[in-house]
T-cell receptor, first 113, second 113 residues
Framework: QQQVKQSPQSLIVQKGGISIINCAYENTAFDYFPWYQQFPGKGPALLIAIRPDVSEKKEGRFTISFNKSAKQFSLHIMDSQPGDSATYFCAASPPGNTGKLIFGQGTTLQVKP | IAGITQAPTSQILAAGRRMTLRCTQDMRHNAMYWYRQDLGLGLRLIHYSNTAGTTGKGEVPDGYSVSRANTDDFPLTLASAVPSQTSVYFC????????????FGSGTRLTVV
C-alpha cells in the first residue's frame, strides 16, 4: 500500500528524443507527487511536482502526466540532452503529519549525443 | 550558501564499531529526515523529525538512532555497525511537514567491513 513502483530501471535515449519514466502507486490517499533528479556524487534535487487534482504539469522540457484513475504518473523529458543524463526518482507523500516521502526505485537515464 | 552539510563525505568502518553521521542545516527548516540509498531500492526513510525535540521511525529504522536537540542538527548514529548498513546516507530537510520542498545534502558513503 505504501509502495511506489518505478520503471524502467535504466533508459538510453538519443539526443533530441523523448525520455519517459513511469511510476505506479497503490495508496489513493497520496497527495503530492514530486520527481527528483540526481547527478553522480550529489544529493537528489527537486525537479517538478504535481498534486492529484491536476492531470498535467509542464515546466520547460519536463512534464508530469498524472492519471488518478489508473494510479500512475509519468515524467516526460522532451528534446532530451546529454546534460539530462542522471538518475530520476519519483516519490509520493502519504497523508498524515509526517512529512515522509515514499520513493520509487530510480531510473538511470543516459542521453547519447 | 544555505543548505545541508553532511559529514563525513565517506567512511570505511569496521563491523561492530559505533559511528555518528552528522547533518546540519542553515535554512531553519522544521522537518529533517535520514534516508539510505541502495541500488535498485531507491531511497528509504530511516528516521525523521518534524520539529526539534521530536523524532519518529521510518521504513528501515533498525540499527539506527537519531536525536534532534535543536532545529539545525540531526545526527544519525549506528550503535554497532553491520555490513548490511553499507550504503549512501542522505540527510534532508523541509520547511513544513508534508513532503514539500525537500532539500537534500550531498550524502555520506559508508562502507562497513
Amino acid at each position: 500500500q505504501q509502495q511506489v513502483k518505478q520503471s524502467p530501471q535504466s533508459l538510453i535515449v538519443q539526443k533530441g528524443g523523448i525520455s519517459i519514466i513511469n511510476c505506479a502507486y497503490e495508496n489513493t490517499a497520496f497527495d503530492y507527487f514530486p520527481w527528483y533528479q540526481q547527478f553522480p556524487g550529489k544529493g537528489p534535487a527537486l525537479l517538478i511536482a504535481i498534486r492529484p487534482d491536476v492531470s498535467e504539469k509542464k515546466e520547460g522540457r519536463f512534464t508530469i502526466s498524472f492519471n488518478k484513475s489508473a494510479k500512475q504518473f509519468s515524467l516526460h523529458i522532451m528534446d532530451s540532452q546529454p546534460g539530462d543524463s542522471a538518475t530520476y526518482f519519483c516519490a509520493a507523500s502519504p497523508p498524515g503529519n509526517t512529512g515522509k516521502l515514499i520513493f520509487g526505485q530510480g531510473t538511470t537515464l543516459q542521453v547519447k549525443p | 550558501i544555505a543548505g545541508i552539510t553532511q559529514a563525513p563525505t565517506s567512511q570505511i568502518l569496521a563491523a561492530g564499531r559505533r559511528m555518528t553521521l552528522r547533518c546540519t542545516q542553515d535554512m531553519r527548516h522544521n522537518a529533517m529526515y535520514w534516508y539510505r540509498q541502495d541500488l535498485g531500492l531507491g531511497l528509504r526513510l530511516i528516521h525523521y523529525s518534524n520539529t526539534a525535540g521530536t523524532t519518529g521511525k521510518g521504513e528501515v529504522p533498525d540499527g539506527y538512532s537519531v536525536s534532534r536537540a535543536n532545529t539545525d542538527d540531526f545526527p544519525l548514529t549506528l550503535a554497532s555497525a553491520v555490513p548490511s548498513q553499507t550504503s549512501v546516507y542522505f540527510c534532508a530537510s523541509s520547511p513544513v511537514v508534508g513532503g514539500y520542498g525537500y532539500t537534500f545534502g550531498s550524502g555520506t558513503r559508508l562502507t562497513v567491513v
